[in-house]
């Protein structure tokens, strides 16, 4: 049954569609919109985090290929200067430890090379101490910086740390070419982690 | 029963003016009306019948108030359920994206990120780099040189992690 419009003179509510009140389904779309920009927010951020991880990185592989250039040019100063400011700075905790670990020793390696071919062993000692303060591991980066500590032992004249440097190194540098045969340490997990 | 390719008789277009001039509201001729054997009356109900077929039925205004009274409320009852229902689908169109986007970033941010890059090692190094490397840990006289070497094996070496770590953490394939 449908109702004829009433007419005005018609002393009852007017059944049709009554007039939009104050409130009347709008505080849900607000709070919709409110809901949607957190999600927003939230995303955003978490975009932002994974981008700082790679400038990061990012970072580092230009200080690196600044470092090549100018050793290229026999710049040394200018290399050791573009290498100190990745270690100076702090790292972002957001970076997996073993990758920062890695990248960091790595440039300390870099830096104590630079010290003993610029003829300064106490400084290429202090930067190889620096690098394996960060954490020891039976990888690539850890062997290099017990090669240069054990080189800048040797360049002070004490044998006996240098080759006890180079014996470590030795080990696991057989281990690497180990696990390289048996067909490559890329695709197997990392190995655990001796922490300072 | 006639078909429809048929004359109509006399008979029939009698009945059908009688029923014209009904619904036309037209006194129809006495003859016409009698003649077909159709009544006033007769012919009056069937026009006032097809008049009331294809539209609403209408509230006589001396009924409209206790019509309404008891119309009203079913109108707002169901006004109310409808605009529950609205919000109803808005909370849920709303709540579902945002649990997936909840459960994206928890596992993005937790077992996407961390777990599995930090357990990737990184690429294997060449034998070149490890007989630089090892050819380093003789020292000797010339330690310089060895080391300078293993720092040229190492450049290539590190362009491959940063930009295969960079890659992982930008979530490149």
């Avoid at chain 1, 700082?52 to 970072?59: K, L, Q, V």
Wanted: proline share 9%.
């Amino acid at each position: 049954m449908t109702a004829r419009r009433p007419t005005r003179s018609a002393p009852y509510p007017d059944p049709l569609p009554a007039p939009r009140r104050e409130g009347d389904g709008t505080r849900p779309r607000r709070l919709a919109a409110l809901a949607l920009l957190g999600v927003l927010a939230v995303v955003g951020c978490a975009r932002a985090r994974r981008a700082g991880d790679s400038r990061w990185i990012a970072e580092a592989e230009h200080r690196h290929a600044v470092a090549d250039q100018e050793l290229q040019g026999g710049n040394v100063r200018a290399a050791r200067d573009a290498l100190r400011g990745l270690v100076d700075a702090p790292a972002p905790g957001d970076v997996p430890a073993p990758d920062r670990r890695s990248i960091l020793q790595d440039t300390y390696f870099r830096l104590a090379e630079i010290d003993l071919g610029a003829r300064n062993p106490r400084a290429a000692l202090a930067s190889a101490e620096r690098g394996l303060a960060l954490g020891r591991a039976d990888d690539l980066f850890v062997a290099n910086l017990l090669v240069v500590r054990g080189a800048a032992h040797e360049a002070l004249d004490d044998g006996a740390a240098a080759a006890a440097d180079y014996h470590e190194a030795l080990v696991i540098n057989d281990k690497l070419l180990a696990d390289s045969l048996r067909g490559g340490a890329g695709a197997a997990p990392r190995a655990p982690e001796a922490q300072p | 029963m006639k078909t429809d390719d048929e004359e109509p008789t006399e008979q029939e277009e009698r009945e059908a003016a009688a029923l014209a001039a009904a619904l036309e509201g037209e006194p129809a001729p006495a003859g016409d009306a009698e003649a077909a054997g159709l009544g006033p009356d007769d012919a009056l109900e069937t026009a006032a019948l097809l008049r009331h077929a294809g539209r609403p039925i209408a509230v006589p205004p001396a009924a409209e108030p206790s019509v309404a009274a008891k119309v009203a409320p079913l109108l707002d009852a169901r006004r109310a359920r409808g605009r529950r229902g609205g919000r109803r689908w808005i909370a849920t169109s709303l709540a579902l994206p945002a649990a997936a986007a909840g459960a994206w970033l928890l596992f993005a941010t937790t077992a996407g990120r961390h777990a599995p890059l930090s357990m990737v090692a990184p690429p294997p190094p060449s034998a070149d780099l490890l007989a630089a490397q090892a050819e380093a840990t003789r020292g000797g006289r010339t330690p310089g040189a060895a080391i300078a070497r293993l720092d040229v094996e190492m450049r290539a070496y590190r362009r491959r992690y940063h930009e295969g770590l960079r890659r992982r953490l930008e979530g490149e394939p």
